[in-house]
Protein backbone atom coordinates (compact mmCIF):
# COMPACT_ATOMS: atom_id res chain seq x y z
CA UNK A 1 0.00 0.00 0.00
CA UNK A 2 1.23 3.77 -0.82
CA UNK A 3 1.77 5.52 2.63
CA UNK A 4 0.33 8.90 2.63
CA UNK A 5 1.51 11.24 5.44
CA UNK A 6 0.08 15.15 6.12
CA UNK A 7 2.05 17.63 7.89
CA UNK A 8 1.37 19.39 10.37
CA UNK A 9 -1.41 17.27 12.18
CA UNK A 10 -2.97 20.31 13.83
CA UNK A 11 -1.96 23.96 12.31
CA UNK A 12 -3.30 27.12 14.26
CA UNK A 13 -3.93 30.12 12.57
CA UNK A 14 -5.71 33.33 12.06
CA UNK A 15 -8.09 34.74 9.70
CA UNK A 16 -6.21 36.36 6.51
CA UNK A 17 -2.98 33.66 6.86
CA UNK A 18 -1.35 31.93 4.50
CA UNK A 19 -1.55 28.26 5.17
CA UNK A 20 0.55 25.40 3.49
CA UNK A 21 -0.59 21.65 4.32
CA UNK A 22 2.26 18.85 2.88
CA UNK A 23 1.49 15.16 1.97
CA UNK A 24 4.12 12.78 1.67
CA UNK A 25 4.05 9.63 -0.51
CA UNK A 26 5.40 6.79 0.18
CA UNK A 27 6.38 5.89 -3.68
CA UNK A 28 6.01 8.34 -6.48
CA UNK A 29 2.76 8.44 -8.63
CA UNK A 30 3.21 11.57 -10.71
CA UNK A 31 -0.21 13.70 -9.90
CA UNK A 32 -2.73 11.28 -8.79
CA UNK A 33 -3.52 12.72 -5.87
CA UNK A 34 -6.76 14.07 -4.52
CA UNK A 35 -7.31 16.85 -1.46
CA UNK A 36 -10.66 17.17 0.42
CA UNK A 37 -12.17 19.38 3.26
CA UNK A 38 -14.02 17.79 5.74
CA UNK A 39 -16.59 19.83 8.69
CA UNK A 40 -17.72 18.07 11.96
CA UNK A 41 -20.51 15.78 10.94
CA UNK A 42 -20.44 15.89 6.71
CA UNK A 43 -19.14 14.36 4.56
CA UNK A 44 -15.77 15.38 3.05
CA UNK A 45 -15.66 17.94 0.07
CA UNK A 46 -13.75 17.50 -2.99
CA UNK A 47 -11.64 20.37 -3.30
CA UNK A 48 -8.84 19.36 -5.68
CA UNK A 49 -7.87 16.43 -7.49
CA UNK A 50 -4.87 15.55 -10.17
CA UNK A 51 -2.84 17.52 -7.69
CA UNK A 52 -3.64 21.14 -8.83
CA UNK A 53 -7.09 21.14 -10.74
CA UNK A 54 -9.80 22.97 -8.67
CA UNK A 55 -12.84 21.53 -8.44
CA UNK A 56 -16.12 23.83 -9.85
CA UNK A 57 -17.14 26.03 -7.35
CA UNK A 58 -14.67 25.66 -5.01
CA UNK A 59 -12.52 28.77 -3.94
CA UNK A 60 -9.94 30.07 -6.02
CA UNK A 61 -8.13 30.87 -2.22
CA UNK A 62 -7.63 26.97 -2.78
CA UNK A 63 -4.18 25.59 -5.11
CA UNK A 64 -2.64 22.45 -5.24
CA UNK A 65 0.78 21.49 -6.32
CA UNK A 66 3.46 19.32 -6.53
CA UNK A 67 4.26 15.87 -8.28
CA UNK A 68 5.78 12.36 -7.36
CA UNK A 69 5.88 12.19 -3.52
CA UNK A 70 5.78 15.71 -2.08
CA UNK A 71 2.23 17.55 -2.42
CA UNK A 72 1.20 21.01 -1.18
CA UNK A 73 -2.18 22.28 -0.55
CA UNK A 74 -2.57 26.13 -0.03
CA UNK A 75 -4.83 28.23 1.01
CA UNK A 76 -3.62 31.75 0.62
CA UNK A 77 -5.99 33.74 2.80
CA UNK A 78 -7.90 32.12 5.43
CA UNK A 79 -11.32 32.71 6.00
CA UNK A 80 -13.44 31.82 8.67
CA UNK A 81 -15.34 28.98 6.42
CA UNK A 82 -11.83 26.89 5.81
CA UNK A 83 -11.26 25.98 9.04
CA UNK A 84 -11.92 22.30 8.56
CA UNK A 85 -9.83 19.13 8.52
CA UNK A 86 -8.20 18.70 5.17
CA UNK A 87 -7.22 15.08 4.18
CA UNK A 88 -5.03 14.19 0.90
CA UNK A 89 -5.28 10.77 -1.01
CA UNK A 90 -3.66 9.04 -3.98
CA UNK A 91 -6.42 7.09 -6.62
CA UNK A 92 -2.66 5.69 -8.85
CA UNK A 93 -2.80 2.68 -7.22
CA UNK A 94 -5.32 0.02 -5.22
CA UNK A 95 -5.90 0.27 -2.14
CA UNK A 96 -6.87 3.91 -2.53
CA UNK A 97 -4.75 5.87 0.67
CA UNK A 98 -5.83 8.82 2.62
CA UNK A 99 -3.87 11.10 4.57
CA UNK A 100 -4.21 10.88 8.31
CA UNK A 101 -5.50 15.10 7.89
CA UNK A 102 -4.93 17.97 9.24
CA UNK A 103 -7.11 19.73 11.64
CA UNK A 104 -6.82 23.48 10.67
CA UNK A 105 -7.93 25.34 13.93
CA UNK A 106 -8.27 29.35 14.98
CA UNK B 1 -27.81 16.05 -10.03
CA UNK B 2 -26.25 13.06 -8.73
CA UNK B 3 -27.16 12.21 -4.79
CA UNK B 4 -26.50 8.88 -2.97
CA UNK B 5 -28.13 8.05 0.61
CA UNK B 6 -27.10 5.26 3.08
CA UNK B 7 -29.48 3.08 4.48
CA UNK B 8 -29.00 0.55 6.58
CA UNK B 9 -28.68 -0.56 10.87
CA UNK B 10 -26.81 1.76 13.14
CA UNK B 11 -26.18 -0.74 15.91
CA UNK B 12 -24.81 -4.18 15.15
CA UNK B 13 -23.69 -7.12 17.76
CA UNK B 14 -19.92 -8.65 17.80
CA UNK B 15 -19.56 -11.67 15.13
CA UNK B 16 -22.51 -10.36 12.89
CA UNK B 17 -22.52 -8.85 9.46
CA UNK B 18 -23.22 -5.61 8.87
CA UNK B 19 -25.27 -4.92 5.41
CA UNK B 20 -25.51 -1.23 3.85
CA UNK B 21 -27.36 -0.02 0.90
CA UNK B 22 -26.89 2.82 -1.00
CA UNK B 23 -29.95 4.68 -3.22
CA UNK B 24 -28.37 6.27 -6.03
CA UNK B 25 -30.57 9.16 -7.83
CA UNK B 26 -30.19 11.91 -10.41
CA UNK B 27 -28.04 9.29 -12.40
CA UNK B 28 -28.02 5.84 -13.38
CA UNK B 29 -25.74 3.23 -11.91
CA UNK B 30 -25.00 1.68 -15.41
CA UNK B 31 -23.18 5.41 -16.15
CA UNK B 32 -20.22 3.80 -17.21
CA UNK B 33 -18.15 6.95 -15.81
CA UNK B 34 -18.37 5.97 -12.23
CA UNK B 35 -17.71 3.45 -9.72
CA UNK B 36 -19.80 2.72 -6.85
CA UNK B 37 -18.41 2.17 -3.23
CA UNK B 38 -18.11 2.81 -0.16
CA UNK B 39 -15.30 4.00 2.29
CA UNK B 40 -15.39 4.29 6.64
CA UNK B 41 -14.35 7.04 9.08
CA UNK B 42 -14.19 5.64 12.84
CA UNK B 43 -15.66 8.30 14.99
CA UNK B 44 -12.62 10.79 16.18
CA UNK B 45 -10.08 9.39 12.86
CA UNK B 46 -9.08 9.22 8.88
CA UNK B 47 -10.67 8.01 6.21
CA UNK B 48 -10.22 4.28 4.84
CA UNK B 49 -11.62 3.22 1.42
CA UNK B 50 -13.33 -0.38 1.60
CA UNK B 51 -14.77 -1.86 -1.43
CA UNK B 52 -16.00 -0.67 -5.28
CA UNK B 53 -18.14 -2.13 -7.64
CA UNK B 54 -18.68 -1.26 -11.44
CA UNK B 55 -21.29 -1.70 -13.23
CA UNK B 56 -20.08 -4.53 -15.17
CA UNK B 57 -19.59 -6.88 -11.84
CA UNK B 58 -16.11 -5.73 -11.30
CA UNK B 59 -15.14 -5.09 -7.97
CA UNK B 60 -12.36 -4.40 -5.74
CA UNK B 61 -11.55 -4.50 -2.28
CA UNK B 62 -8.73 -3.35 0.55
CA UNK B 63 -7.05 -5.70 1.28
CA UNK B 64 -7.02 -5.13 4.99
CA UNK B 65 -10.71 -6.20 4.38
CA UNK B 66 -10.96 -8.79 1.61
CA UNK B 67 -11.55 -11.47 3.04
CA UNK B 68 -14.84 -9.94 5.26
CA UNK B 69 -15.97 -7.83 2.64
CA UNK B 70 -18.15 -7.89 -0.41
CA UNK B 71 -20.06 -5.17 -2.46
CA UNK B 72 -22.47 -5.49 -5.32
CA UNK B 73 -25.03 -3.49 -7.29
CA UNK B 74 -28.42 -4.01 -8.28
CA UNK B 75 -29.29 -2.46 -11.48
CA UNK B 76 -32.88 -2.51 -11.18
CA UNK B 77 -33.05 -0.82 -8.16
CA UNK B 78 -30.46 1.84 -8.53
CA UNK B 79 -29.06 0.45 -5.56
CA UNK B 80 -25.82 -1.05 -4.75
CA UNK B 81 -24.69 -2.75 -1.07
CA UNK B 82 -21.77 -3.48 1.00
CA UNK B 83 -21.66 -6.74 3.17
CA UNK B 84 -19.25 -6.55 6.13
CA UNK B 85 -18.81 -10.48 8.70
CA UNK B 86 -16.91 -10.99 11.30
CA UNK B 87 -17.58 -7.70 12.58
CA UNK B 88 -15.50 -6.47 16.20
CA UNK B 89 -15.57 -3.05 17.45
CA UNK B 90 -12.79 -1.84 15.24
CA UNK B 91 -15.11 -1.95 12.97
CA UNK B 92 -17.43 1.24 14.25
CA UNK B 93 -17.36 3.92 11.90
CA UNK B 94 -19.13 6.60 9.44
CA UNK B 95 -19.71 4.86 6.26
CA UNK B 96 -19.85 6.91 3.63
CA UNK B 97 -21.18 5.70 0.20
CA UNK B 98 -19.75 7.47 -2.76
CA UNK B 99 -19.42 7.48 -6.19
CA UNK B 100 -16.20 7.61 -7.97
CA UNK B 101 -14.85 8.56 -11.20
CA UNK B 102 -11.07 8.10 -12.86
CA UNK B 103 -10.99 4.74 -13.48
CA UNK B 104 -12.71 4.43 -9.81
CA UNK B 105 -10.01 6.23 -8.03
CA UNK B 106 -11.87 9.83 -7.10
CA UNK B 107 -14.36 10.28 -4.79
CA UNK B 108 -16.12 12.61 -6.41
CA UNK B 109 -19.90 12.44 -4.83
CA UNK B 110 -20.49 11.24 -0.91
CA UNK B 111 -23.45 10.13 0.69
CA UNK B 112 -24.09 11.88 4.00
CA UNK B 113 -22.76 8.80 5.49
CA UNK B 114 -24.36 6.55 8.33
CA UNK B 115 -22.92 5.40 11.32
CA UNK B 116 -22.42 1.78 12.78
CA UNK B 117 -22.13 0.75 16.38
CA UNK B 118 -20.33 -2.49 16.84
CA UNK B 119 -21.71 -3.34 20.21
CA UNK B 120 -23.25 -6.01 22.33
Redesign the interface.
Known sequence: DIQMTQSPSTLSASVGDRVTITCRASQSFQTWLAWFQQKPGSAPKLLIHKASILESGVSSNFSGSGSGTEFTLTINSLQPDDFATYYCQQYYIYPWTFGQGTKVEI | QLQLQESGPELVKPSETLSLTCSVSGDSLSNSAYYWGWIRQPPGR????VASVYYSGST?Y???LQSRVSVSADMSKNQFSLELNSLTAADTAVY?CVGLR??G????K????TLVTVSS
Open positions: GLEWHNPSFQFGLPVWGQG
